[in-house]
């Protein structure tokens, strides 16, 4: 890109780039200061911690920390409850990238090629691996998905059952040394 390529593609995406940016400290927030209200009222904030997984996995350009909320939550309410929270709202979120690969063009880099005809012959398993890992560029995965025309369903219940899969054992982690 070059430098004034760079500046117009902020300039369009100014307010985009600026939600991302207050998501991912929502997230922070929610996470850190926030972890007073969690743990004096953990069955009542389960719908902060869906709130927080989605949102964390809604944003595309600046990641937040999910990982946190499982582990801090898993102290404190079943990692089953934390698994299924956090993968149905997670699943929601990156649904986000999803649905612009939906609208959007087919990706063309060299690198992406390979995850692209693996996902053809294979979407069900390649999402729930790449969900089930600590993916920071799963979005890329969401968008092919999106531009596969593979079924909504399909990529929500791969998606939610590896993220969910993710974030049970760490929820089991924070049960057992939180």
Excluded at 6 to 30: D, E, P, T
Excluded at 132 to 139: K, W
Excluded at 145 to 169: D, E, N, P
Aim: proline letters at 4%.
């Amino acid at each position: 890109m070059t430098t004034s390529s760079q500046a117009s593609f902020l300039h369009k995406n100014a307010k985009l780039i600026a939600l991302q940016v207050a998501l991912a400290f929502g997230v922070w927030y929610a996470v850190f200061v926030g972890r007073q209200i969690f743990n004096a009222h953990p069955h009542a904030s389960l719908a902060g911690l869906f709130v927080g997984s989605f949102l964390s996995h809604a944003t595309i350009v600046f990641p937040a920390p999910a990982f946190a909320l499982a582990l801090g939550f898993g102290s404190h309410v079943s990692p089953i409850l934390v698994g299924l929270v956090c993968g149905t709202s997670a699943a929601l979120g990156e649904s986000l990238a999803y649905g612009l690969g939906r609208m959007g063009r087919p990706l063309t880099s060299t690198m992406i090629q390979p995850l692209q005809q693996w996902m053809k012959k294979h979407d069900l398993l390649t999402l729930y691996i790449l969900s089930a890992l600590p993916n920071p560029l799963f979005d890329v995965a969401g968008y092919a998905a999106g531009t596969l025309q593979i079924s909504w369903i399909r990529f929500f219940l791969a998606t939610s059952l590896g993220k969910g899969t993710r974030f049970y054992l760490l929820a089991l982690i924070g049960q057992t040394w939180g």
